[in-house]
């Protein structure tokens, strides 16, 4: 169990680091944490944060910009409108710009 523990907070890490009205991917996050693969286990960590204020899960979507894991919010439009309020647009839950907006931690985050 630690070791889930370990690999959460790691994403949490990267999460906290991700700008406001900017987007990461799950496998973006896995990949940067060296394991590429695990990009379910960051899905894991995302729907385990809701209850903690600091983590900005609703900058995390899936590959392709769409949003989710939007059920797992207080409502339904929850992820959208937080996204909205930072400037990203969302269109039939799916960021659009997607390529604009999109935050690669492996770019931008030194290893």
């Known amino acids: 169990m630690k070791e889930k523990n370990d ?4 994403v949490y890490q990267v999460v906290r680091l991700i700008p406001k009205g ?3 991917s799950y496998g973006a996050i896995a990949k ?10 960051v899905g894991y960590a995302m729907n ?3 209850s903690m204020d600091d983590i900005p899960a609703h900058r ?3 590959r392709n910009g769409l949003l ?4 797992h919010f207080e409502t339904l439009d929850a992820m959208q409108d937080a996204l909205e309020a930072e400037g990203v647009k969302v269109k039939i839950n ?12 492996m770019e931008e985050l030194d290893m």
């Open 7 to 10: 690999f959460f907070d790691q």
């Open 22 to 24: 900017r987007v990461t």
């Open 32 to 41: 940067y944490l060296g394991a590429a693969k695990s990009s379910r286990v």
């Open 48 to 50: 385990a944060s809701h």
């Open 60 to 62: 995390v979507v899936n």
């Open 68 to 71: 989710t894991g939007k059920m």
């Open 94 to 105: 799916q960021i659009q710009d997607f390529e604009k907006v999109f935050w690669d931690p």
